[in-house]
């Protein structure tokens, strides 16, 4: 089960959060302030965090984490509603935000959404491809996919986000690297080359679609 950190200095949001978690089936971490809480940060797939704690705050810990490269979700408990306030955490990582005064319901269903958003899709199905993103492969009609690792990645890109019109240079970057030195033109030719081992094409395609003016689309079935 997911590990849910609690982070928060008063013990009656702890132990509310704590029996909904449990309730739903997660593991619970707890931590009352920021120097403990930086020690478990590491242990838990999503992060419950005060604005306002003793030690080090909630927005801190924030950026701390993802200085450090920790990427798991983490949602925010706050008093603040102010616009500027969420922008800043925002800024600082912060996936998601509840104001306080709340119903511990909303926690676990924000939390429920973050593991949803992140979870650790282990494969992508759409009729008959099936995408293997922890062991690198494909298949079609349950015969393997020869594909490089460029293709690979832009297919997972893609088929992770149906429906969404990546434009080319996004792709670009996602897939190639921010630092790569070619033009949106690859982008191309790596898709012509993806949609000819799918047996597509851009006339009819069966899984992607190309967006006029934008990029390309993976088909939502």
Not at 21 to 30: D, S
Not at 148 to 161: G, M, R
Not at 175 to 187: A, I, K, L, Q
Request: glycine share 10%; charged share 30%; with cysteine.
């Amino acid at each position: 089960m997911p590990n849910i950190l609690i982070v928060d200095d008063d013990p009656a949001i702890l132990e509310i959060l704590r029996a909904y978690l449990k309730a739903e089936g997660h593991t619970v971490l707890e931590a009352s302030d920021g120097y403990s809480a930086r020690e478990q940060l590491p242990r838990a797939d999503v992060a419950i965090l005060d604005w306002m704690l003793p030690g080090v705050s909630g927005v801190d810990l924030a950026r701390e984490a993802r200085a450090s490269g920790l990427t798991l979700p983490i949602l925010m408990l706050t008093a603040r509603g102010e616009e500027e306030d969420k922008l800043r955490g925002l800024d600082f990582g912060v996936d998601d935000y509840v104001v306080k005064p709340f119903s511990p319901r909303e926690v676990v269903a924000r939390v429920r959404a973050l593991l949803r958003r992140v979870g650790v899709q282990e494969e992508i199905a759409v009729g008959d491809l099936r995408i293997d993103l922890r062991g690198h492969a494909a298949s079609l009609n349950g015969e393997r996919l020869e594909l490089s690792k460029l293709e690979f990645d832009l297919l997972c890109a893609l088929a992770q986000h149906p429906g969404m019109a990546w434009p080319r240079e996004r792709l670009l970057e996602r897939v190639w690297g921010s630092d790569f030195p070619g033009t949106e033109r690859v982008v191309d030719v790596h898709i012509t080359g993806l949609r000819k081992k799918l047996g597509d094409t851009s006339g009819t395609p069966r899984f992607i679609e190309t967006v006029r003016g934008v990029g390309y689309r993976f088909r939502e079935e």
